[in-house]
């Protein structure tokens, strides 16, 4: 089973003084996305465009993934940076909502009677200007450019890393959480939104090892972690349809459960567990 498999098993360190043992090219990275991160925030807050959204989840996806690498090697962040990455994840928190009530609202055009998704539709609408006018206040009050610069300085450190020293903690985690992922799935309540955050975590890193720090890793092996992450995606997104329904009390007929339930559950089982099989 691919699950079980070793990931990086040819990986082999170049060690170039000028370019890669020195971390200076994460730090370059970072800043490419927090440039990213702030032009899609303002976008964002200009009119919430799907597209917008789903970008500015992004970029901050993958901070966070490489903010747990700063962890992985032990280096103590700025003293601001606590405070600052308490409001990005504020702001990701709220983009989360604008996007669960924006696929709900498209998912039920879908399937839903007229009437019924009229319902969705007032209830989706309403909790997406919430969070929209969150996000506007938090953007008059936080000083958006002291942010970037308390999450860019904790990559500071990184300039003086050796690189053998940092692929070591990267491999590890990402093979850690590989085994992980295997043990869970042996589970007869497996937690597969737990699976979903280790598997699009790991894409993001393995994506990192090879663009970023110049890294040969098996094409095959990120395509294969981009398609699971895509497919555990969809089939979260059902899931929260659903559970917004049920949390609104929307009333449903035996058909529409039936089929949102299996459209769930075709994604999971037909998409995602052969994608294991690879």
């Known amino acids: 089973m691919a699950l079980t498999q070793n990931l990086l098993p040819n990986l082999k360190y170049k060690i170039n003084a000028a370019h890669i043992r020195y971390m200076k090219v994460l730090r370059r990275h970072v800043g490419i996305l927090l440039i990213s991160f702030r032009t899609n925030l303002l976008k964002a807050n200009h009119d919430a465009d799907m597209d917008d959204i789903h970008n500015l989840r992004l970029d901050l996806k993958q901070l966070f993934a490489l903010f747990k690498v700063l962890k992985l090697c032990n280096i103590e962040p700025p003293i601001n940076f606590k405070e600052s990455l308490e409001a990005v994840k504020a702001l990701f928190k709220q983009t989360g909502i604008i996007r669960d009530n924006q696929l709900a609202k498209e998912y039920g055009q879908q399937i839903l009677d007229y009437k019924v998704h009229k319902i969705l539709k007032t209830k989706t609408d309403k909790n997406i200007q919430k969070a929209r006018d969150y996000i506007a206040t938090e953007l008059q009050r936080i000083d958006l450019e002291k942010v970037e610069r308390d999450l860019a300085l904790a990559f500071k450190e990184t300039d003086y890393l050796?690189?053998?020293?940092?692929?070591?903690?990267?491999?590890?985690?990402?093979q850690k959480d590989e085994n992980s992922i295997a043990e869970e799935?042996?589970?007869?309540?497996?937690?597969?939104?737990?699976i979903r955050r280790k598997v699009k975590e790991q894409f993001y890193l393995l994506t990192v090892i090879k663009?970023?720090?110049?890294?040969?890793?098996?094409?095959?092996?990120?395509?294969?972690k981009n398609q699971q992450a895509k497919t555990l995606g969809k089939w979260?997104?059902?899931?929260?349809?659903?559970?917004?329904?049920?949390?609104?009390?929307?009333?449903?007929d035996v058909t529409m459960k039936k089929e949102i339930q299996s459209s769930s559950s075709k994604i999971l089982n037909a998409t995602f567990k052969k994608s294991l099989q690879t």
Request: glycine share 2%; net charge negative; aromatic share 10%.
């Open 236 to 252: 979260h997104d059902w899931v929260v349809f659903e559970n917004l329904l049920l949390q609104w009390n929307i009333a449903l």
């Open 211 to 224: 663009d970023v720090l110049g890294e040969k890793v098996s094409s095959q092996t990120i395509a294969m």
């Open 162 to 174: 050796k690189s053998e020293y940092i692929l070591d903690h990267l491999k590890n985690k990402i």
């Open 185 to 194: 799935l042996q589970q007869e309540d497996c937690d597969y939104h737990r």
